[in-house]
T-cell receptor, first 119, second 117 residues
Framework: DTGVSQNPRHKITKRGQNVTFRCDPI?????LYWYRQTLGQGPEFLTY????????KSRLLSDRFSAERPKGSFSTLEIQRTEQGDSAMYLC?????????????????FGPGTRLTVL | AQTVTQSQPEMSVQEAETVTLSCTYD???????LFWYKQPPSRQMILVIR??????QNATENRFSVNFQKAAKSFSLKISDSQLGDAAMYFC??????????????FGKGTHLIIQP
């Protein structure tokens, strides 16, 4: 399977605990995105990487959230001191961008998501 | 900030019939991309079709086509010959091409499409 993969698929945790999710993009893709999707809503953009550089962060990404992509391959999203409001599906997407600063014609391919439940 | 509105929370169509899903968006930019994504139950998001704002011709992909009205900021999706496998949540999404960052997609709330056999 050469698609975007995410682990774990489900995570149940208690309020106040830290959690970490992993995303493995399509191997040749240089861009990686994180989104959050709550029940009955469309996904909301959190952040994205071009190779290992984090280029954009949404205001939704509070100080408790941190994302890394250390070698420009897989990425991790950590949530510290989880709150019940963090319960959501966390989606990862990747794309191949041929240029920076030019038309962004790349298509984002999504993974299956990690469903987080905070008790 | 850009917003995407899908005014139909749910649509139902008979198998083999045609259905149109509505999407409007608000932006002050002239260069952008629009997308329709499909999210089947418990499965991942799949791109259905995309439209570059600078192209006047409406995009088509087999049974899927769009009606892109740039002045009206409208981007509807038409599904012809509906099949049971088309049942899913459909999301309309916007992406800036302004060159100032903003690479993330802005999604609408989605339309739940039901296919009646």
């Amino acid at each position: 399977d050469t698609g975007v993969s995410q682990n774990p698929r489900h995570k149940i945790t208690k309020r106040g605990q830290n959690v970490t999710f992993r995303c493995d993009p399509i191997s040749e893709h240089n861009r990686l995105y994180w989104y959050r999707q709550t029940l009955g809503q469309g996904p909301e953009f959190l952040t994205y990487f071009q190779n290992e550089a984090q280029l954009e962060k949404s205001r939704l990404l509070s100080d408790r959230f941190s994302a890394e992509r250390p070698k420009g391959s897989f990425s991790t999203l950590e949530i510290q001191r989880t709150e019940q409001g963090d319960s959501a599906m966390y989606l990862c997407a990747s794309s191949l961008s041929y240029s920076t600063g030019g038309p962004r014609t790349d298509t984002q391919y999504f993974g299956p998501g990690t469903r987080l439940t905070v008790l | 900030a850009q917003t995407v509105t899908q005014s139909q929370p749910e649509m139902s169509v008979q198998e083999a019939e045609t259905v149109t899903l509505s999407c409007t968006y608000d932006t002050s930019e002239s260069d952008y991309y629009l997308f329709w994504y499909k999210q089947p139950p418990s499965r991942q998001m799949i791109l259905v079709i995309r439209q570059e704002a600078y192209k006047q011709q409406n995009a088509t992909e087999n049974r899927f086509s769009v009606n892109f009205q740039k002045a009206a900021k409208s981007f509807s999706l038409k599904i012809s010959d509906s099949q049971l496998g088309d049942a899913a949540m459909y999301f309309c999404a916007y992406r800036s091409d302004s060159g100032g960052g903003a690479d993330g997609l802005t999604f609408g709330k989605g339309t739940h499409l039901i296919i009646q056999p």
